[in-house]
């Protein structure tokens, strides 16, 4: 029996020696997941809440640094989730409340970092404004769609992914929503709500395997911690469902208490230490988005600044425990807006307007970026329209507009039925054939497209949405170029909401010869409206009265007056009860059928040449120009944006006036393209 005790104490002690060898031999990918579970002795409080448990584990990196990462309790045990950036030999300490701790039944404590091929995470670019990079210096330019939530007929994550990543996506925004089992704090039932202060691991799971299928897909998640709704009983409201409204138990009276409140402040702060503890090791967090769409929770207006506050401290506080400092953004926070200076690392616009390619254009007028810009979401005014055309027009003139990525269309929903797919796939061709993020350093560029075919409608619309605004003056130029539309709402005031709009919408026109001016509208308010279109001081004028209705509605009605030949003042208003929305304005026998957009660095552009009716004739014999690029010889590499291939090349010169001139290849609808200069 000794012999046998003592051979058994020897298997032990092999058995141990073995493990202990096992775990020193653990393999982690450069950026690579290392997971580690443990329990802690005693453990004591709830293990959600920093205040009772800040379990902290420490890595000793190869250059002897110390990295500290939070640790999260799955639900039965305490994990920590690291990525490496450094190859080499990496050991781990655990400290409860600042205190080191001896943890039991611990996976691993020490692993080795080798090399791989991984670009690493998601940062800006410290020499391009206007660019994303990774940690290993490659170009991160994203183009992908909206995938806030999935509902019981959408296809799921896993199948979402699978066609983004074969249409050449590589993007996606994802809300922390409760109607479908995302939210930490908020159940899908009321029955489901977690007591404030507790997380739902169900949903953490549902997160993990997100985050699992967006490695597998190459999808890089801009992940949307809170949204409007949530905290408003006006646009979307859920404040009623709320577990922390004082009506359902919880201890916010009013929904705007949330951004002031010191219980709110520091439980929305336990939720994000739990989110970077848990998801923070992905490289395939493109960002942190604090608030969708904050500014529609209407509650808050006349306390903004607790708004702003609130995001100035939530920001800083996930910058002083994310080791890997991923990206942080809110929305909207477009140039001039309340959230554009509270510290954000890139700026977020959301255009939903009847004339998108306005809205794109007009987001680059004003002084120079200090921030990159991203549209991350777009949309037809109302979701009313969302067919292929519309899609194809919006992302092509958003690629060709110097924003940091593609902009990111809202209705996931409509992309089978808007064709979506094949529009996306050829735009990821192009921006990979021709290598455009890493080409251009996305400064806009002054272009124009000229044929010998007459001249058509000039369309244009307001940038923003609802919005208080005064003393609006929109010019349209013959040559196509329309200012004063940034930032101009899409609302006309009637007498409800005046102090929003005192003044007359004024447009500037100039016609070489007679034309007709059209106001198109797209949504009345339910209380009705009397629009009046009046010429030169109401030398001429015409009205239309919309009577009250049970709710507002959408519609397509027109408002036409015709202008002689000359320098002209149009004004718009609402004499009426309440609003109508401009779907967009027209100018008919105004303009050349062709417009561009273009961006550019020094020496190479990328341009969207296309027919402002919409493709309905043939172009032959266009020529462009485009202004401000380096003297040289280029290379036009055109692209045929609907089968998604080269459609040619031509050569040339631009001179020292710095203006290049170059045949345009013939196209039904519109062409993108490349401009490089050879070397």
């Given at each position: 029996m000794k012999i046998l005790r003592f051979f058994?104490?020897?298997l032990s002690v092999f058995a141990t020696l073995t493990s202990v060898c096992a775990q020193q031999k653990i393999d982690i990918p450069q950026y690579g997941k290392f997971e580690s579970s443990f329990s802690i002795p005693k453990q004591m409080g709830n293990p959600f809440d920093p205040a009772d448990n800040d379990v902290i584990v420490s890595f000793r990196t190869p250059s002897k640094k110390q990295i500290r990462v939070p640790a999260f309790w799955d639900g039965k045990l305490w994990r920590v989730r690291f990525t490496p950036d450094a190859v080499g030999q990496y050991e781990l300490t655990a400290y409860r409340n600042g205190v080191q701790v001896p943890p039991s039944s611990l996976s691993a404590s020490e692993f080795v970092c080798i090399r791989s091929d991984s670009p690493g995470f998601i940062t800006r670019d410290p020499k391009h404004i206007q660019r994303f990079i990774f940690s290993n210096g490659a170009p991160y330019y994203p183009i992908g769609i909206d995938v806030a939530w999935q509902g019981a007929k959408d296809p799921g994550y896993g199948l979402s992914f699978e066609k983004m990543k074969s249409s050449g996506m590589n993007w996606a925004r994802i809300w922390m929503t409760f109607w479908d089992g995302k939210a930490l704090e908020w159940g899908s039932y009321?029955?489901?709500?977690?007591?404030?202060?507790?997380?739902?691991?169900?949903?953490?799971?549902?997160?993990d395997r997100i985050f699992d299928l967006a490695d597998k897909n190459g999808v890089y998640v801009q992940m949307t911690l809170q949204h409007h709704g949530q905290y408003t009983n006006r646009t979307d409201p859920n404040w009623k469902d709320n577990p922390y409204n004082t009506a359902n138990g919880g201890f916010l009276k009013n929904p705007d208490d949330f951004f002031a409140d010191p219980?709110?402040?520091?439980?929305?702060?336990?939720?994000?230490?739990?989110?970077i503890a848990r998801w923070g090791y992905s490289p395939h967090i493109a960002s942190f988005e604090l608030f969708n769409e904050v500014q529609n929770i209407t509650e808050a207006a006349s306390h903004f600044q607790d708004v702003q506050n609130w995001h100035r401290e939530m920001a800083d506080y996930i910058r002083s425990i994310d080791p890997y400092r991923h990206p942080i953004t809110s929305s909207y926070s477009e140039p001039g807006n309340g959230l554009d200076k509270v510290g954000l690392d890139y700026l977020q616009a959301h255009v939903y307007v009847g004339d998108t390619i306005s809205a794109f254009k007009s987001l680059c007028d004003g002084a120079p970026l200090s921030l990159p810009l991203f549209v991350g979401e777009w949309g037809a005014q109302n979701g009313s329209i969302n067919d292929e055309a519309t899609l194809k027009r919006g992302l092509w003139a958003g690629i060709a507009s110097p924003f940091a990525g593609a902009p990111e269309y809202w209705y996931w929903d409509a992309?089978?039925?808007?064709?979506?797919?094949?529009?996306?796939?050829?735009?990821?061709?192009?921006?990979?054939?021709?290598?455009?993020?890493?080409?251009?350093?996305?400064?806009?560029?002054?272009?124009?497209?000229?044929?010998?075919?007459?001249?058509?409608?000039?369309?244009?619309?307001?940038?923003?949405?609802?919005?208080?605004?005064?003393?609006?003056?929109?010019?349209?130029e013959p040559s196509g170029e329309v200012s004063g539309v940034s930032g101009a709402p899409s609302f006309i005031q009637g007498q409800w909401h005046r102090d929003m709009q005192k003044n007359p919408y004024l447009i500037q026109i100039s016609p070489k010869e007679s034309c007709r001016f059209i106001l198109h509208i797209g949504k009345i308010a339910q209380g009705g409206a009397h629009v009046v279109v009046a010429l030169d001081n109401g030398a001429a004028s015409k009205e239309a009265d919309y009577e009250k209705s049970n709710s507002d509605r959408i519609v397509d009605e027109q408002i036409s007056m015709d202008v002689p030949a000359g320098l002209h003042t149009i004004s718009l208003s609402d004499t009426g009860a309440d609003w109508v929305v401009i779907s967009s304005m027209e100018v008919t026998n105004y303009v050349s059928p062709l417009d561009t957009i273009a961006r550019a660095s020094q020496d190479s552009a990328v341009f969207w040449v296309y027919d402002r009716t919409n493709g309905v004739q043939k172009v032959d014999n266009a020529l462009l120009k485009l202004e401000g690029l380096a003297p040289g010889q280029y290379d036009i590499h055109f692209w045929n944006t609907t089968k998604g291939s080269e459609e040619g090349t031509v050569r040339a010169v631009c001179g020292a006036n710095r203006q290049l001139k170059a045949q345009v290849l013939g196209f039904d609808g519109d062409i993108a393209g490349v401009a490089i200069r050879r070397k």
């Open positions: 058994a104490v020897i009321p029955a489901e709500d977690p007591q404030p202060g507790y997380f739902l691991t169900n949903a953490a799971d549902y997160w219980r709110a402040i520091r439980l929305t702060k336990a939720k994000y230490r739990y989110i992309m089978d039925k808007a064709g979506g797919w094949d529009v996306y796939r050829s735009a990821s061709l192009f921006l990979n054939k021709y290598n455009v993020p890493q080409l251009c350093a996305l400064a806009p560029l002054k272009s124009s497209a000229s044929c010998s075919l007459p001249r058509v409608s000039l369309i244009f619309g307001p940038s923003e949405g609802w919005k208080a605004s005064d003393n609006i003056r929109i010019v349209a």
